[in-house]
């Protein structure tokens, strides 16, 4: 995983714990310091790996519950 990748994750993570609401694309470029492209690329990655759930279309994402367990 790439440090774009782990600190999307995180990020999405403690978004989605603190107040369970989905975050936006411009709202992740802001928060992770990186570009569209950037993110883009990182958040197929974590779709691709089933750590979240991405609509595209809607421009939003959502982690998927118990990605933690999947590192381990």
């Known amino acids: 995983m790439t440090d774009t990748e782990r600190k ?3 990020i999405l993570f ?6 369970n609401v989905r975050i936006y694309i411009p ?3 802001r928060l992770a310091q990186r570009e569209v492209g950037q ?3 990182a958040l ?3 779709r691709d790996e089933r750590f979240i ?4 279309m809607m ?4 982690v998927i519950p ?6 381990k």
């Open 8 to 10: 999307l994750l995180r």
């Open 14 to 19: 403690n978004r989605h714990g603190h107040n």
């Open 27 to 29: 709202e992740l470029c």
């Open 39 to 41: 993110i883009r690329k």
């Open 44 to 46: 197929e990655q974590l």
């Open 53 to 56: 759930e991405w609509d595209e």
């Open 59 to 62: 421009n939003f994402v959502r």
């Open 66 to 71: 118990g990605w933690q367990h999947h590192l």
